[in-house]
């Protein structure tokens, strides 16, 4: 019997915002796999359908687990929060297939977008990423803070939006005040910083602030940062936030 194995981007949070070829994905597998605050997401439809539910940060087994299960015969869907090729478990089923059993590369595998935090964060504010963007993780669970500060300065010099995914947790809250120290040092005072958290959820918040002014104790988990380039702008409206967003067209400033 052929299995097949779906990793499935199940979007922010909000079931609206799952598409609906992720939905019949879900649908159609035998078995569902994931982190279990991401499968206690998903309805039960009350077809036979056995959860795997694992905790965080066992990526590589679960997706071990996933390939045997597939190479079985079962119907696997693996889920992730927002779209699992970013910093999610797309790459860690790849990682598992190219070091794992060379038969795992016959298996029909496919992969199902989904909403990224940073998208649906934007569409909160306005449109800040209407310019050049770039997206950086800043966990050093899988690369040094080295590298991190490198890729900041990189981004700061280039001027681009920055999207922060993974900006704190309990074991890393300081980082994110390293990293805006750091821009500080390059970009001004008045840059838009962006702390939207559970971006798309009934529960939603925003803050609008300053790199000046950004407290770095607000930012945990659940929130995407978004610092701006020079040309990130505000938009003022009576009795609302303001509006925030990049314009596309672009002056010579790097
Ligand atoms: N694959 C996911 C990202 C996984 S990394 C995606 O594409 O969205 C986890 C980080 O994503 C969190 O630490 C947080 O920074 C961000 N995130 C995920 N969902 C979010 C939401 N609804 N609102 C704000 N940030 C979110």
């Known amino acids: 019997m052929s299995g097949s194995l779906v990793i499935v981007g199940l979007g922010p949070g909000a079931p609206d915002y799952l598409t609906p070829s992720a939905s019949r994905a879900l649908a159609d597998a035998t078995d569902l796999i994931g982190y279990s605050v991401y499968l206690d997401r998903i309805p039960v439809t009350g077809a036979a359908q056995t959860r795997h539910a694992t905790p965080n940060r066992v990526e590589l087994d679960r997706s071990r687990h996933?390939?045997?299960?597939?190479?079985?015969?079962?119907?696997?869907?693996?889920?992730?929060?927002?779209?699992?090729?970013?910093?999610?478990?797309?790459?860690?089923v790849f990682e598992a297939i190219e070091a794992g059993d060379p038969a795992w590369r016959a298996l029909d595998i496919r992969v199902e977008p989904g909403v990224t935090a940073m998208l649906a964060a934007a569409a909160e504010v306005g449109a800040p990423l209407g310019?050049?963007?770039?997206?950086?993780?800043?966990?050093?669970?899988?690369?040094?803070?080295?590298?991190?500060?490198?890729?900041?300065?990189?981004?700061?010099?280039?001027?681009?939006?920055?999207?922060?995914?993974?900006?704190?947790?309990?074991a890393r809250p300081h980082q994110i005040g390293l990293a805006f120290d750091l821009l500080r040092a390059k970009k001004a005072p008045d840059t838009v910083v962006l702390l939207v958290r559970n971006a798309k959820m009934p529960d939603v918040s925003v803050i609008t602030?300053?790199?000046?002014?950004?407290?770095?104790?607000?930012?945990?988990?659940?929130?995407?940062?978004?610092?701006?380039?020079?040309?990130?702008?505000?938009?003022?409206?009576?009795?609302?936030?303001?509006?925030?967003?990049?314009?596309?067209?672009?002056?010579?400033?790097?």
């Open 66 to 92: 996933a390939l045997q299960l597939a190479a079985a015969g079962r119907h696997v869907a693996v889920v992730s929060g927002g779209d699992p090729g970013v910093f999610a478990m797309a790459a860690a």
């Open 131 to 170: 310019g050049d963007f770039c997206a950086i993780s800043l966990s050093d669970n899988l690369k040094s803070w080295a590298t991190i500060e490198k890729r900041l300065n990189a981004a700061a010099d280039g001027d681009f939006v920055i999207a922060f995914y993974n900006p704190a947790s309990s």
């Open 209 to 254: 602030t300053t790199l000046a002014d950004v407290d770095p104790a607000l930012v945990d988990m659940r929130t995407l940062v978004i610092v701006g380039a020079s040309a990130t702008r505000l938009l003022a409206r009576d009795g609302k936030a303001p509006w925030v967003y990049t314009p596309r067209a672009e002056r010579d400033k790097v």
